[in-house]
């Protein structure tokens, strides 16, 4: 009776940091009014792994939401192509081969770089799966956090 009981509260216990650890991702997206465009934006945080930029964004405009993916990397050459793979959990895939890769210097050599608007199918897949890899154009990289982005990503979708 004493380890059920035990196992309860741990569940409890796990189940509610969860939620909280959840609720502090969640509280790092940021929102701007543009006054102008009369647009809604919501961007999640940038820089949240070494070695690469995952961030989502959204944009409201008269009622229609769009959502982009940026991804970045540093990289010691130039590249001016088009080509976005990203590979998620379970083995499903985004594939953008039509989008802009384009590089910009940085100290250490190049930051790499796509802007992918994402559509229906996209966000389905983004709210269910963990990115586990991504490519942009040949550069290649992992994703160590996946389940964080996803979380992200999850918030972003519920912003009104």
Known sequence: ?????????????????????DSLLCSKITYQYDQFEHTK?????????SGYTISFQKVIHKGISTYYLYLSNGDVSPIFDR????????NHRINKPLTKVSSSV??????VSALVTLNTND?????KYS??????????LKVDDGDKYKTLFNCLVTKK
């Open 1 to 21: 009776m004493k380890y059920s009981l035990f196992i309860v509260i741990c569940f409890i216990y796990l189940n509610a940091y969860s939620k909280s650890s």
């Open 41 to 49: 934006n919501y961007d999640t945080p940038m820089g949240l792994s």
């Open 83 to 90: 080509g976005v793979i990203i590979l998620l959990a379970n």
């Open 106 to 111: 940085i100290s250490y050599g190049y930051s």
């Open 123 to 127: 966000i389905a897949l983004l709210k």
């Open 131 to 140: 990115i586990t890899n991504f490519r942009l154009y040949i550069g290649d």
